[in-house]
């Protein structure tokens, strides 16, 4: 028998501390997996955000910088500026880079920097206790809004992968899930494409993955994935929004 | 023909492989790991087709998937 699937060489064999039905442990072997298609994992520097993402350099296999919190495409620009040669992407959640890090992620991408940047939107802070974050959809009851978001007073959920392909130095921008096999895959190609702008010094790339948190959503994993692919996907549509390169 | 291997330690039990495979074949056990989490098991595993489905959307990596060389496509 042929092995069809197997860990990636840029996935560390170690166990994870993310929640059982947590988005993240996916969306960071599709990393690993793009990492190695394209052989880069010897010169890829990550840059990690704050937030249940922090432990990526426990994680994969490569060189990680921490950055503050929400500066991580200031620091990733610094990384690519410093280091022209290495393979730079930032991986960092909603509450990161939609709230303290907006600036930053905004600026990074209107300079056009050649870094890629992987954004895990799950609609609340996970690490923290599961706040209200600038993506919580409307009506959603979270510990600093208990009886659901109002919209009135707390506006609606920003659309960051809409927000950044406004920016002219955006190459490309995606939304992608992977709560079911269908969006999985695609997310795959989407992720690969991604990291193949900046292979070929294409620009500014951008992956907004939809992610579960059933801890914080107080949901079972089962159900969280099922408000991916329903709630969530209906205000923050799939697809791909920017897309300048032809290969 | 396929084959999958479940890393019972590693896996918490989250459930996403029940339905992810096409033949229903995986369900939560009734024996709880070290981690205290009740891990996928595989019911019926001469149906597997070995698509890999199952580890895909795994997000522990916890199952490792194997398909009879003939009849891979890929």
């Not at chain 1, 303290?100 to 940047?117: C, L, Q």
Request: proline letters at 5%; charged letters at 20%.
């Amino acid at each position: 028998m042929q092995q069809v699937f197997k860990r990636p060489v840029s996935l560390k064999d170690v166990q994870t501390h993310f929640c059982p039905g947590c988005h993240h442990g996916t969306i960071h072997r599709l990393v690993a997996e793009a990492m190695d298609e394209f052989g880069v994992q010897q010169r890829t520097i990550g840059v990690a955000s704050v937030g249940c993402s922090v432990f990526l350099y426990g994680y994969f296999d490569i060189d990680v910088v921490e950055a503050p919190h929400g500066r991580a495409p200031a620091v990733a620009t610094g990384v690519k500026r410093a280091r022209p040669d290495s393979f730079v992407f930032t991986y960092q959640g909603d509450g990161d880079l939609a709230a303290i890090g907006t600036a930053e992620i905004i600026h990074a991408a209107n300079r056009g920097e050649d870094i890629t940047v992987i954004f895990v939107n799950n609609t609340t802070y996970g690490m923290t206790g599961g706040q209200m974050a600038p993506t919580t959809l409307v009506g959603q009851k979270t510990s600093t809004s208990p009886y659901g978001r109002n919209q009135a007073k707390d506006g609606a959920p920003i659309r960051m992968a809409e927000l950044l392909t406004q920016l002219e130095g955006v190459a490309f921008a995606a939304r992608v899930a992977v709560n079911n096999p269908r969006n999985l895959l695609d997310a795959k190609k989407q992720i690969k494409r991604a990291f193949r702008y900046q292979v070929e010094g294409k620009g500014f790339s951008f992956i907004e993955a939809l992610s579960a948190c059933p801890t914080n959503w107080g949901m079972n994993p089962i159900a969280a994935n099922e408000r991916v692919g329903g709630e969530m996907a209906d205000y923050f549509k799939l697809g791909v929004y920017k897309d300048t390169a032809e290969f | 023909m396929g084959k999958i291997e479940i890393d019972e330690l590693r896996c918490k039990g989250c459930g996403l492989c029940t339905i992810a495979c096409p033949q229903k074949l995986l369900s939560l056990s009734e024996k709880i790991n070290n981690l205290g989490y009740t891990p996928a098991e595989i019911s019926d595993p001469s149906r597997c087709t070995g698509c890999a489905l199952c580890a895909e959307i795994c997000p522990d990596v916890a199952i490792l998937a194997f398909k009879n060389k003939t009849v891979a496509h890929k």
